[in-house]
C-alpha cells in the first residue's frame, strides 16, 4: 500500500514537471534553450546569467502599443510595407535569420566579422555565442507572457517565411522580438571581438531584427524594444566574470583566425545585396 501510494506520487510529479517543461517552451521564454539544445544535444548549454542577474523585461518596457494608437497604425503600416518583399532575396535571408539552431545561426554574422564562425574554427566563439543565446531569450520572458500580444500574421492573415512554426508561435506573445534580442546581443559582443567591423556588424545586427518584421511574425515596435532588451542584456553580462573571461578568450581566437586569412563560407556578396533592399 505504501509502496503503491509512492509510485503514484512519483508519477504525478513526472507529469508535472513534464507539463511545466511544456508550458516553459511553448511560451516562449527557454525556446533559445530549446534550440541550444536541440542544435548541441551532447552538450549542456547554458547561459551566463542566474535568473534573479536578468533584466527584467516588464519592469524595463512600456506596453506594447495599444489597438487604437498612432504607435500601433505605425506597426500595421511597417508590417503592409515589409509583405511587399515576399519572394524576394530579402525575405530569402529572413528565412535563414528566423533559424536559431545551432551551427545554422552562428554564420549570421560571419559576413559581418569577415572570417568564418565555426565549432571547429572557433569553437570558443562559437560556444559564447550560444550561450548568450540562452541569456537574451530569458530576457524577454517577463514581458512576454505577461502581454502576450498577437503576432502580425494572426491579424493580417498572411503567410509568414516559416509556416511550419506559425501553429506554435501564434500562442507565444509577440512583444518584445526574441530574435531581435538575440541578434542585438550577438552584434554588440561582436562590435567589441571586432571593432574594425563595428559597422558592419551593427548594420547585420539591424537587419537581423528587420527580417523578423519581413517574416511577418513581428511588429516594428516588437523589433524596437527587441534592441533595447539585446543592450540590457549585454550591459548586465559585462558585470559576469566568466563572461568577460570567454569575451576576451573569443577576442584572441577569432584574432588568429584572420590572421590567418580564413574567409567565411556564406555567400557574402548575395547576403549584401539583400540587406540593401530597405523597407519602402
Not at 532575396?89 to 566579422?113: H, K, T, Y
Not at 572570417?115 to 572557433?122: F, R, V, Y
Not at 550560444?130 to 517577463?142: C, H, K, M, N, Y
Not at 509568414?160 to 501564434?170: G, H, L, M, N, Y
Request: aromatic share 8%; glycine share 4%; hydrophobic share 40%.
Amino acid at each position: 500500500m505504501y509502496l503503491r501510494e509512492i509510485t503514484k506520487r512519483s508519477r504525478m510529479l513526472l507529469i508535472c514537471a513534464c507539463a511545466m517543461a511544456i508550458f516553459c517552451v511553448s511560451s516562449g521564454d527557454l525556446s533559445p534553450l530549446a534550440f541550444a539544445a536541440e542544435s548541441h544535444p551532447e552538450k549542456t548549454v547554458a547561459g551566463y546569467l542566474l535568473s534573479e542577474e536578468l533584466p527584467n523585461s516588464l519592469f524595463l518596457l512600456p506596453p506594447p502599443p495599444s489597438a487604437e494608437s498612432d504607435a500601433f497604425s505605425l506597426d500595421k503600416a511597417v508590417s503592409r510595407m515589409s509583405l511587399k518583399l515576399r519572394g524576394t532575396p530579402r525575405w530569402m535571408l529572413a528565412i535563414e535569420d528566423a533559424n536559431l539552431n545551432f551551427p545554422q545561426a552562428a554564420g549570421a554574422f560571419s559576413c559581418a566579422v569577415n572570417a568564418p564562425i565555426t565549432e571547429q574554427e572557433t569553437p570558443r566563439l562559437y560556444r559564447l555565442l550560444q550561450r548568450v543565446l540562452i541569456d537574451a531569450g530569458r530576457s524577454t520572458g517577463e514581458a512576454k507572457n505577461h502581454y502576450r500580444r498577437t503576432r502580425p500574421f494572426v491579424v493580417n492573415k498572411m503567410p509568414t517565411c516559416t509556416p511550419d512554426e506559425e501553429k506554435r508561435i501564434a500562442l507565444n506573445g509577440s512583444y518584445p522580438s526574441g530574435h531581435t534580442t538575440a541578434g542585438w546581443t550577438w552584434a554588440l559582443i561582436l562590435s567589441e571581438i571586432a571593432p574594425d567591423r563595428f559597422d558592419a556588424i551593427l548594420a547585420r545586427g539591424r537587419a537581423f531584427g528587420e527580417s523578423r518584421m519581413i517574416c511577418n511574425v513581428h511588429w516594428q515596435s516588437d523589433v524596437v524594444e527587441g534592441r533595447f532588451m539585446g543592450a540590457a542584456t549585454v550591459a548586465r553580462l559585462h558585470a559576469n566574470p566568466a563572461f568577460r573571461a570567454d569575451l576576451d578568450a573569443a577576442r584572441s581566437e577569432l584574432a588568429v583566425i584572420r590572421s590567418k586569412g580564413l574567409k567565411p563560407v556564406r555567400d557574402c556578396a548575395a547576403e549584401s545585396k539583400a540587406m540593401a533592399k530597405q523597407l519602402e
